[in-house]
């Protein structure tokens, strides 16, 4: 029994071995450069970038012209109505601070939220190409150190299942 397990084991790596490995690349960033998915995405994320800024500028704005309004009528303001102005302002620049702060966070969500169901399809196109064309491995050039010019490059075939020129 043993002898055979050891025979089996060590024909294993000729089985192995024996099996084609047909691997491919895919340039996903050639395949976003084509995607109109991806440049709504850029635009969706430059609209929220903008608003986030706009906000913040508002706030700012308010802020600056409550401290001016503080300092010029100062002197002429009860203690009640000062203290009332300041902890407004006070508010005003927690919520500046706030904002600053929270924003890339906002931004980072966003972009998840966006870029998922495109890289949903790009990968669901790379498999289907994989599937098709029996590739063992589908990598993505950008990632490895060297590419040698005999690779086969399937980006042209994920570009065709979605539907790209």
Do not use: C
């Not at 005999?150 to 539907?163: Q, Y």
Request: charged content about 30%; cysteine-free; glycine content about 4%.
């Amino acid at each position: 029994m043993k002898k055979i397990l050891v025979l089996m084991l060590a024909l294993l790596p000729m089985g192995l071995m024996a099996q084609e490995l047909k691997i491919a690349i895919v340039n996903v960033g050639k395949v976003h450069e084509i995607m109109p998915e991806v440049k709504q995405f850029m635009a969706e994320m430059e609209a929220a970038q903008k608003e986030l800024e706009n906000e913040l500028s508002k706030l700012k704005n308010e802020y600056e012209v409550k401290i001016a309004d503080l300092t010029a009528k100062g002197d002429s303001l009860s203690d009640n109505i000062k203290q009332w102005r300041t902890a407004e302002i006070v508010e005003l620049q927690q919520k500046i601070e706030t904002l600053y702060n929270s924003a890339p966070k906002i931004l980072e969500d966003r972009e998840q939220e966006l870029i998922a169901p495109i890289q949903e399809k790009i990968n669901k196109a790379i498999q289907e190409v994989g599937e098709e064309n029996g590739y063992t491995y589908i990598l993505r050039p950008e990632a490895l150190l060297y590419v040698s010019p005999a690779a086969i490059d399937a980006t042209d075939k994920v570009i065709a299942k979605l539907g790209l020129k």
